[in-house]
């Protein structure tokens, strides 16, 4: 679905050195006339040498193209800006590729600064305590003039250089996660030559072998690295690297208040280096061992870091202050568990039914490569289908995300956790310590986690209902309350029927055994009449004695006998209340009553055999079911 999304917006992008018509051959754009849409302000290319010109204009138009530019905005200004300054102090440039961008960064700053043009706005954020604090934020004009350094970039070799210093990893055809905005590997700030050009090597073949997220943690490593040779061994060459250096680099980090997993990982990646450089020859590194498994800081068991239920229920008060989208990707999150950038990234058509009724949300784990069908509430099944329909009214039935952005691709991770915080800092939520509270959006996963843990959900469930690879990551959960293993319950098969008698039929693509394993296992709930499909991860039921009005009932024919003698009793309550003249009881009970007699009705004129697997189960516990 990502990659048809990504081609769609690359078939938009004009092919290098394509003449532009029409409107876009002219030399001043008023956007109230643009042939793909009305906006406003005219961006103005007079007076620019011709090659430069187009190639601003092919820059422009991709970006109004593919939706990076609004049409509404206020860009027009900032770029006419850019194009004053290019032709009064570069007036015979014929490419932005002529000098790197921070030669041109430099210039420009001087010419908005000698003409009191220059600004550095101060933005409000949150800084990691949640309190909020000014940040300066870079010009403007300074800012378009990187984006579209980038895009000539771009559109100039769509395939990336590898001897470059800033690398664009979409143009290695590299797959970035499509709601994460980190998508550029800085290699400027790696000061010796040869480390650079080692780290490039490097990196590129951790981006083929294992993925983006590695290979920017990993020069992240080699930078840090590479600052500490320049401070303590300037001038040093890789053969001279030994152990001693290694030891003393591992003193340093010691005093620098380096978490204990962040020292594990800048050694994993130097360890790799290393050995991948004395393999391939990328540099003269010394071949005997450098890094041993004992330099390696012990791990650290930490707790979940689980959202208090105090701190949740304040959340979700003042959650209808949100935008719509962000409020529905809170209310995935919070019963699903999903990473944030999979509950952004999810695809428009996610949803599945299964015969019974029940709504599975299908996504992609980026991080294990796999896809996951986890089972979710009737409630949340509602919500994702009326997302869907508002979707696809909006953009059309192609549309490829769930939660789309305003521009391209998804809502990115970022947008929703400075959204979640603002509200959570405007609404002053606090935690048990009365601290301002700062919301990760890691912790609803932790929080659905911790819950099932302690409803005694089978460890080896809530590993298969999150996604874990292996029962470690998910036995950090385990420490709060230990699994307590369920009895092994009969198999049954059957038609359902819901409080109104209709039958519950089978929607989407087919499911797994596997999601249906895990349906019985995490949504199921037994009653003495059938079952609650209430998600155990959304705690109790809010609702006392009312499963047969309850929208979450369902039950199948081997059910028949406890609800007809539920009718029989029902039958004297209400003769009983209707003597007495309780209104009230009459009223409930009355419901109950019709209800019952409909889906007794329905079970019993059932055409297909039913399999009932066994007595029918005591209370609060789970049912299993492999197949239906």
């Not at 430069?52 to 006419?80: D, I, M």
């Not at 519950?504 to 059938?530: H, M």
């Amino acid at each position: 679905m990502a990659s048809e999304s990504v081609a769609a917006v690359s078939a938009l992008t004009p092919e290098v050195g394509e003449a532009l018509e029409g409107f876009w051959a002219s030399d001043a754009w008023d956007l109230r006339h643009c042939p793909i849409g009305v906006g406003r302000g005219v961006f103005r290319f007079g007076g620019l040498p011709r090659r430069l010109r187009e190639e601003l204009k092919q820059a422009v138009r991709a970006k109004l193209l593919t939706r990076e530019w609004n049409l509404q905005g206020y860009r027009a200004g900032e770029f006419n800006r850019i194009v004053a300054w290019l032709v009064a102090v570069h007036p015979t440039t014929d490419s932005l590729l002529d000098r790197p961008i921070e030669a041109w960064t430099l210039t420009l700053q001087a010419y908005l600064l000698e003409r009191r043009l220059l600004r550095q706005p101060m933005r409000r954020q949150l800084d990691r305590t949640q309190h909020a604090v000014a940040a300066p934020a870079g010009d403007p004009t300074v800012v378009m003039l990187r984006s579209l350094y980038r895009k000539v970039v771009a559109l100039r070799a769509p395939v990336l250089d590898v001897d470059e210093d800033i690398w664009d990893v979409r143009r290695l055809g590299i797959a970035v996660d499509p709601a994460d905005s980190q998508y550029m590997l800085n290699f400027t700030r790696l000061v010796q030559p040869w480390l650079r050009a080692a780290a490039k090597r490097f990196v590129r073949h951790v981006l083929l072998t294992r993925s983006y997220g590695d290979a920017r943690a990993k020069l992240g490593a080699l930078t840090a690295f590479s600052a500490y040779l320049d401070q303590t061994r300037p001038g040093l060459e890789p053969h001279a690297i030994d152990r001693q250096l290694i030891v003393d680099h591992l003193a340093y980090l010691r005093t620098q208040g380096i978490a204990r997993a962040t020292m594990g990982v800048r050694l994993v990646a130097l360890r790799a280096f290393f050995d991948l450089c004395v393999r391939e020859g990328w540099a003269d590194i010394p071949e005997r061992p450098l890094i041993y498994r004992e330099d390696f800081p012990r791990r650290e068991q930490p707790l979940p870091r689980w959202i208090d239920e105090g701190v949740l229920q304040q959340l979700l008060r003042h959650l209808d202050e949100l935008p719509l989208v962000h409020q529905r990707i809170t209310r995935v999150l919070e019963e699903c568990g999903l990473r944030i950038s999979e509950a952004c990234g999810l695809p428009v058509d996610c949803l599945s039914r299964d015969p019974e009724g029940d709504y599975f949300l299908r996504y992609r784990q980026p991080k294990m490569h796999k896809e996951i069908e986890v089972p979710i509430s009737r409630d949340l099944a509602a919500i994702i289908r009326d997302q869907q329909q508002l979707v696809r009214a909006k953009l059309g039935p192609e549309a490829p995300w769930l939660f789309p952005a305003r521009k391209t691709g998804p809502v990115k991770s970022g947008t929703y956790r400075r959204v979640i915080n603002w509200l959570a800092f405007r609404c002053d939520v606090r935690d048990a310590t009365g601290a301002l509270f700062r919301v990760h959006p890691h912790g609803f996963r932790h929080t659905v986690g911790t819950r099932l843990i302690n409803n005694d959900v089978p460890q080896h469930v809530v590993q298969q209902f999150l996604g874990h690879e292996s029962p470690e990551m998910t036995a950090r959960y385990a420490r709060i309350h230990a699994a307590t293993m369920k009895q092994k319950l009969a198999e049954y098969r059957g038609k359902v029927v819901d409080i109104t008698g209709k039958i519950v039929e089978s929607e989407g693509a087919p499911l797994s055994d596997e999601a249906l394993w895990l349906k019985r296992n995490i949504l199921a709930q037994a009653l003495p009449n059938g079952i609650c499909r209430l998600p155990i991860q959304l705690g109790e039921c809010p609702h006392a004695n009312a499963c047969l009005t309850c929208v979450h009932f369902g039950t199948t024919q081997q059910y028949l006998p406890v609800l007809k003698d539920e009718l029989t009793q029902t039958e004297r309550i209400l003769m009983a209340a209707r003597s007495n003249g309780w209104r009230r009881q009459v009223e409930m009970n009355d419901r109950v009553c019709q209800n019952l007699i409909t889906v007794i009705t329905a079970l019993e004129t059932g055409d297909s055999p039913v399999v009932t697997g066994g007595q029918v189960p005591p209370a609060a516990t789970f049912i299993p079911v492999n197949q239906l």
